[in-house]
């Protein structure tokens, strides 16, 4: 199985710009061709959050757009920059989203990766949070599938990553997190958004990893006062790879193009 992981669109109203510079519309619109190219072709897309910018409906009615040229099934969560309203409303033709939850987590068991997203959404914060109902929610759907390689997937990644203007806005408590993790033993990898950046960690005992946006990245600056800077490196998105026996291999991808491929020897 092959999953493409895009995260942090931060997709405004049609024709505005994101902090005034950013066309974040042109950089999901050039992410999308380029995984409508990748040979072989994903099974799944996975758009861990931050869809749109201020979780407004027009911008929801403009993400749409963006994504209708994308003939690959596709599962989304929210992010902080997210409405579980607006974001339910846009894609109420997704039936794996629920319609009676106040939380947007679900489990996709299309393939033999199966997958679970968790909503770590606090309205109006930037930071995250697994409270009791969410982390019941995932010891019960753990439960169910105890032998089934599972693929976690959330917003805000519950792992430091040493930048610390976006770790103050990570997740609380992410130990509550790995002792629930700890009781089962399938999960293969945890995949995240949020800080704009390709990122691998280990969290729990498991790869963690955190994918960059496609248009923006946060500035890498691992001081302890590091000021919230962003920058326009490449964008990119991930891939992760399942085979049984050996598991979630991840890789990274940019967007745009580039010079080659050429052989090492002619």
């Known amino acids: 199985m092959l999953i493409a992981q895009i995260t942090d669109f931060h997709i405004r109203?049609?024709?505005q710009l994101a902090y005034g510079r950013v066309?974040?519309?042109a950089f999901l619109a050039r992410a999308v061709a380029r995984i409508g190219l990748l040979d072989p072709r994903p099974d799944a897309v996975v758009a861990t959050g931050d869809l749109v910018d201020a979780g407004d409906p027009n911008e929801y009615a403009h993400l749409?757009?963006?994504l209708a040229p994308l003939a690959l099934p596709l599962f989304v969560l929210p992010g902080n920059h997210d409405s579980r309203g607006a974001l339910r409303e846009a894609f109420r033709d997704h039936a794996y989203l629920p319609a009676d939850s106040e939380f947007i987590h679900y489990t996709v068991e299309d393939w033999p990766l199966r997958l679970i997203?968790?909503?770590?959404?606090i309205?109006?914060?930037g930071r995250g949070r697994l409270c009791d109902r969410r982390l019941a929610w995932l010891d019960?759907?753990?439960a169910e599938q105890p032998a089934r390689p599972t693929l976690v997937m959330m917003h805000h990644p519950p792992m430091a990553t040493g930048i610390a203007h976006m770790d103050a806005m990570g997740l609380e408590a992410p130990e509550r997190l790995a002792q629930v993790l700890r009781r089962h033993g399938?999960?293969?990898r945890i995949i995240c958004g949020h800080v704009h950046r390709s990122i691998q960690a280990s969290f729990a005992g498991l790869p963690a990893s955190v994918a960059p946006s496609t248009a923006h990245q946060v500035m890498l600056d691992l001081t302890a006062d590091g000021k919230a800077r962003y920058i326009l490196e490449p964008a990119g998105f991930h891939l992760h790879l399942w085979r049984a026996g050996s598991g979630v291999v991840s890789h990274s991808a940019c967007v745009d193009g580039f010079p080659g491929p050429f052989a090492?020897?002619?």
């Open 264 to 266: 090492f020897r002619e």
């Open 123 to 125: 309205p109006g914060e």
């Open 13 to 15: 109203s049609e024709g």
């Open 23 to 25: 066309d974040t519309a």
């Open 117 to 121: 997203a968790l909503d770590t959404t």
């Open 140 to 142: 019960a759907r753990l």
């Open 186 to 188: 399938q999960v293969e």
């Open 64 to 66: 749409r757009r963006l």
